[in-house]
């Protein structure tokens, strides 16, 4: 059974940087699709990127369109960690951010793709 723990967020101001990582163990993530997934209160969770095996140690990214050209998803396989980079942040971004893997070819964009979560870690952004 693969588990996941999220680290990594905390409060920052609008422009500012934050990175997240999600660390597994019970399994190699490297072989998963790896997501990013968020929830603001009172919302649905969100699609937020996902990174996908094409074969040996080469991956796509995909991400959303609110959080293109600002966020990116890395590997550290050897840490069987996945992190988020998350720059120039708006308080739009303040959610609650879970890592999300699955054993699919193809990444899910919404939440029920997902067969493994995290406990997901609070990202605040205000003035």
């Known amino acids: 059974q693969v588990q996941l723990v999220e680290s990594g967020g905390g409060s920052v101001q609008p422009g500012d940087s934050l990175s997240l990582s999600c660390t597994a163990s019970?399994?190699?993530?490297?072989?998963?699709?790896m997501a990013w997934f968020r929830q603001a209160p009172g919302m649905e969770r969100e699609f937020v990127g996902a990174?996908?095996?094409?074969?040996?140690?080469?991956?796509?990214?995909k991400y959303a369109d609110s959080v293109k050209g600002r966020f990116t998803i890395s590997r550290n396989n050897a840490k069987n960690t996945v992190y988020l980079e998350m720059n120039s942040l708006k308080v739009e971004d303040t959610a609650v951010y879970y890592c999300?893997?699955?054993?699919?070819?193809?990444?899910?964009?919404?939440?029920?793709?997902?067969?493994?979560w995290g406990q997901g870690t609070q990202v605040t952004v205000s003035s």
């Open positions: 990174s996908t095996r094409i074969g040996g140690n080469v991956y796509s990214t």
């Open positions: 019970g399994g190699s993530s490297s072989r998963y699709i």
């Open positions: 999300a893997g699955d054993p699919a070819s193809i990444a899910p964009l919404t939440p029920e793709g997902y067969t493994y």
